[in-house]
């Protein structure tokens, strides 16, 4: 009895593989002609055709089997992977509104509460938040002096914070994490935060663990089996807990916000989203809710922290390696800037190699390597390939980082990626960290301003050094999934 037992059980799970299979045959003729792609296994898809702890490198691989635009199975459902540099502009940029839909990705789903906040919704509510969100960071001096001010004024405490470690070694995750934060907190939150907050610190260690956890193994197989996954034991819910504790810190600051509310005179992004929400209050299709203020300012902040400051500390990384590199900077920023005043963005355009080294950092470190994923907001052809409405699109970005067609040594870091044969700055059409077309990263001018004044300040204080030899710092990611995250190392800031 045992044995017939065990062999209808085995029976069952063929029947249904089989069926399984039979359906995602039909459902992709019923949908005309996906582009080509290897073929899935029942339930799993492709997964086992990549490698979790470099999702992109995987993807690279099978693009070059089957061709720059191919269909992938992530568990049931088809994917479509942009994987070359021409596929992803002709899809973001020539074809921007049939692809400027944000994609299926459960852990976004989970940060927005299902959709909310200006990063995972779609439709008229994503208009109408990222609309807001613009006009709003704008009047609060998003690309003007106001807010390079607050910039530089950072990077003086940061400065000082380096200084009181005496040229010790150390590890400079979260000197970036407090300093990058602190900007974008002035805006949204309307103040900065000392560097010894507790409350301050709980929350970078929230955001650093989020960052890890997306591009974990966990994190990306919750993003394919989410109702299964969430529900199993694991590190993952570490992540989970991070975000809760994000969105609790989120909603407590509006609640105080609320209390000292001037509608007349509002300080900083929340007060402006409360007011929006007043105005709206009997409108019942209206995006200006709790919900909405909380993940939208989640968005912000999350966005505004991780990425500017994991490049602060993954570039340092890459010049302790290339000391000639370094060199060349600080003789750019003595004759520039020299020692007795604060660098500003206007040094930028008379400081060519320090803007290509900003530039090469970006390329090189890849730092969001497949983007966040889009999706067709309507039935198309696209290379002569039919792609129904709501299919997840992955623009990998690393192919158009990485482009041999754009960029000399793909795989090598070189700033003269960016410069001419004269040492002038020199734009590459191949330069897409923050992604492109609709989708664009909304904070693109922020990142590009902290950047240059954060480093060309770091530089013009220290002499970097590293406390082993500079041959055992690896370059290599110590997670990639979502994103490229940096190994931890030391450094020594020695004043200049």
Not at 11 to 29: M, Y
Not at 126 to 150: A, H
Not at 167 to 195: H, M, W
């Amino acid at each position: 009895m045992e044995f017939i037992g065990v062999t209808t059980l085995l029976i069952i799970v063929c029947i249904v593989f089989i069926v399984l299979s039979i359906t995602l045959a039909k459902k992709g003729k019923s949908k005309g002609k996906l582009p080509p792609g290897p073929t899935p296994l029942p339930i799993l898809g492709n997964l086992l055709q990549l490698n979790g702890k470099e999702v992109f490198k995987s993807l690279r691989k099978l693009g070059e089997k089957y061709g720059p635009v191919y269909t992938l199975h992530m568990g049931m459902d088809p994917v479509v992977v942009l994987c070359s540099c021409d596929a992803v502009k002709e899809a973001l940029i020539e074809n921007a509104e049939d692809f400027g839909a944000r994609g299926h990705m459960p852990l976004l789903d989970k940060i927005s509460s299902g959709g909310h906040g200006v990063v995972g919704s779609n439709g008229e509510r994503w208009k109408q938040l990222r609309r807001f969100s613009l006009m709003t960071l704008r009047n609060f001096g998003m690309g003007k002096r106001s807010i390079e001010q607050r910039i530089q004024e950072e990077a003086q405490f940061l400065v000082e914070e380096f200084r009181k470690t005496k040229g010790q070694p150390l590890d400079p995750t979260f000197y970036f994490a407090k300093a990058v934060s602190n900007v974008i907190c002035s805006v949204v939150f309307g103040d900065r935060f000392e560097y010894d907050d507790k409350e301050f610190l709980k929350l970078l260690g929230y955001l650093n663990e989020v960052f890890k956890g997306f591009s974990s193994v966990w994190g990306q197989m919750y993003n394919v089996y989410p109702n299964l996954i969430g529900k199993v034991p694991g590190p993952h819910h570490k992540m989970f807990n991070a975000i809760d504790g994000i969105q609790e810190f989120i909603a407590r600051r509006v609640e105080m916000h609320k209390e000292s509310l001037d509608p007349s005179d509002p300080r900083d992004y929340i007060d402006c989203f409360l007011v929006k929400m007043e105005q709206e209050k009997n409108n019942p299709e209206t995006e200006f809710h709790m919900k909405g203020i909380v993940n939208t300012t989640f968005d912000l902040f999350g966005a505004g922290t991780e990425t500017v400051s994991t490049t602060l500390r993954y570039g340092l990384m890459i010049l302790l390696k290339h000391p000639d590199v370094e060199e060349r900077i600080h003789q750019e920023i003595d004759k520039v800037v020299g020692r007795n005043r604060a660098p500003c963005i206007e040094d930028r355009s008379h400081m060519p190699y320090m803007d290509a080294v900003v530039h090469e950092i970006q390329r090189f470190i890849d730092l969001i390597p497949l983007g966040i994923p889009h999706k067709v907001t309507r039935d198309l052809t696209f290379r002569d390939y039919f792609i129904p409405q709501g299919t997840t699109i992955f623009p990998v970005l690393s192919a158009v980082l990485q482009d041999p067609k754009q960029f000399k040594y793909p795989y090598q870091f070189n700033p003269g990626h960016f410069l001419d044969d004269k040492g002038k700055f020199n734009r590459n059409d191949g330069f897409m960290p923050f992604s492109s077309g609709k989708r664009i990263c909304l904070g693109e001018g922020l990142a590009r301003m902290e950047l240059f004044l954060f480093f060309t300040t770091i530089l013009q204080n220290f002499a970097l050094h590293s406390p082993v030899d500079v041959e055992e710092l690896d370059l290599t990611p110590l997670m990639s999934g979502f994103g490229n995250f940096p190994r931890y190392y030391q450094l020594a800031l020695i004043p200049r």
